[in-house]
């Protein structure tokens, strides 16, 4: 099992940028994939962005293409969200997942 920690979250207006930071610990990091999801108040949760255990290939999500980046540093076993252009309804509890385990999120609040 891994042990994963979110951080980066904050309060950004909107067109602003941040950057998310997933950080792993306990489990080979480079051999997984590792995801990052969000969960908005009453609503299910939904894939974001993705990328592959060499670095080298990345998918998004629809919402998000074009503004966001995905990218990892195995060398730091920590995986990067860069979030460009930011909407309100980009505001989310922001989750990684990696071989199976989720961290505890990091809030996203983007105002209007």
């Known amino acids: 099992q891994v042990q994963l920690v979110e951080s980066g979250g904050g309060l950004v207006q909107a067109g602003g940028s941040l950057r998310l930071s997933c950080a792993a610990s306990?489990?080979?990091?480079?051999?997984?994939?590792v995801d990052w999801y969000r969960q908005a108040p009453g609503k299910e949760r939904e894939f974001v962005a993705g990328?592959?255990?060499?670095?080298?290939?990345?998918v998004y999500a629809d919402s998000v293409k074009g503004r966001f980046t995905i990218s990892r540093d195995n060398a730091k076993n920590t995986v990067y969200l860069q979030m460009n252009s930011l909407k309100p309804e980009d505001t989310a509890i922001y989750y990684c997942?990696?071989?199976?385990?989720w961290g505890q999120g990091t809030q996203v609040t983007v105002s209007s």
């Open positions: 997942s990696h071989s199976g385990s």
């Open positions: 990328v592959a255990g060499s670095g080298g290939t990345a």
């Open positions: 306990g489990r080979p990091f480079s051999r997984y994939n």
